[in-house]
């Protein structure tokens, strides 16, 4: 059984894993990450055959503390002020590669550009420190199907089992981070999450919403169909049909309630485990999903939402 509990020797032996090319999948505030050494080609490709990854899909680098970034990246004033107000947490900037930088061209999958970020939980940065490495960390999860949010999640999901799963309990935030593109005159959000444009253009000035061109994807996280369950998804829905699992929110109680206060942080974090467990098709033949406000973090839940509804068709990552 490769699920653990985290200890200060568990740490040291995933830094050890992760030192010697092992991947090894920990939580974040986020969803749980498959992490490698960023600045290993070996490791930052056993990432993407675990997870059947298209490799023009590039990975996001987690540092261990902002100065990090200097040796990685070329960050300008803007990432100064965003990773001041926001790092730890739940943001990646996307920014132009040091032509030095140690870290695999893989993870650029083909760009001159870089994601990075320093995640908000203890055993993440615990990992990061131990390693003193940067790690290469995508959700774990199979390309295309839904993040991870628990230790057995992680496990049910991926056929390659990382060297260890670190068991941090349920993950506060529950979706993505929100992945901020700096190499444009105006930053574009190129995946909502719950840092809002709001709070990044009180901090930075405009910024505008990422164009999505799937033939030609900034984030190819942003390609429609993703996140997608077994069972077919409908939105918006305030009477379910028979037969269907209901997500509800709120007032609209279903078989899985995001939140019954209405609380769109409890919603977000309950988002990924409600659609595992209601894409039963044993139990149902389809899942409909309560209206969510657009407001907040419910930017970030429609989004996935809208992904996980979408035309299977359309997946390509
Ligand atoms: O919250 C998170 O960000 C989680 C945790 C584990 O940190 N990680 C995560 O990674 O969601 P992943 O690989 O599942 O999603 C990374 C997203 C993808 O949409 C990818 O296309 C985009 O970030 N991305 C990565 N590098 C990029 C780059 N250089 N330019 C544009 N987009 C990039
Ligand atoms: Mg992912």
Redesign the pocket.
């Known amino acids: 059984m490769t699920i653990v509990l985290p200890s200060a020797e568990i740490i040291s032996k995933a830094a050890d894993f992760l030192r010697g090319g092992e991947l090894v999948a920990f939580p974040?505030e986020?969803?749980?990450?498959?992490g490698g050494d960023a600045t290993q080609d070996s490791a930052v490709e056993k990432i993407y055959a675990a997870k059947g990854?298209p490799s023009f899909?590039?990975?996001?680098v987690?540092v261990g503390a902002r100065e990090w970034v200097a040796g990685i990246a070329e960050p300008d004033g803007r990432f100064d002020k965003l990773a001041r107000t926001f790092w730890p947490g739940?943001l990646?900037l996307?920014m132009h590669r040091r032509s030095d930088s140690p870290i695999s061209k893989i993870?650029?999958?083909g760009?001159d550009?870089?994601?990075v970020?320093m995640?908000d939980h203890d055993v993440a940065r615990e990992i990061l420190k131990a390693t003193r490495r940067p790690l290469a960390?995508?959700?774990?999860?199979r390309s295309g199907f839904v993040?991870p949010t628990s230790a057995q999640h992680v496990l049910d999901g991926l056929d390659t089992k990382p060297a260890l799963i670190i068991d941090g309990g349920q993950c506060r935030?529950g979706?993505?981070?929100t992945?901020l593109?700096l190499t444009q005159h105006i930053p574009a959000i190129?995946?909502p999450?719950s840092i809002t444009r709001e709070q990044i253009e009180a901090a930075i000035g405009e910024v505008t919403i990422g164009i999505m061109d799937p033939t030609a994807?900034?984030?190819?996280?942003?390609l429609l169909s993703h996140y997608a369950p077994g069972l077919p998804v409908r939105l918006n829905v305030t009477s379910p049909e028979p037969g269907e699992a209901f997500i509800g929110f709120g007032p609209l109680k279903g078989s899985h309630t995001l939140s019954m206060a209405g609380d769109l942080d409890e919603a977000a974090a309950n988002l990924f485990a409600a659609l595992r467990a209601a894409d039963n098709l044993t139990l149902y033949k389809g899942i409909a999903v309560a209206p969510i406000p657009e407001t907040g973090i419910g930017v970030a839940i429609n989004d996935r939402l809208r992904r996980a509804a979408a035309p299977r068709n359309t997946t390509s990552?």
């Not at 986020?30 to 498959?34: M, P, Q, S």
């Not at 960390?137 to 999860?141: D, F, T």
């Not at 994807?217 to 942003?222: L, M, T, Y």
């Open positions: 974040t986020t969803v749980y990450g498959l990854r899909n590039p990975l996001i987690h739940p990646t996307v993870i650029s999958a760009r550009t870089v994601a970020r995640p960390a995508p959700s774990a999860n993040s935030v979706v993505e981070s992945v593109d190129l995946r999450g994807p900034k984030a190819p996280g942003q990552v």
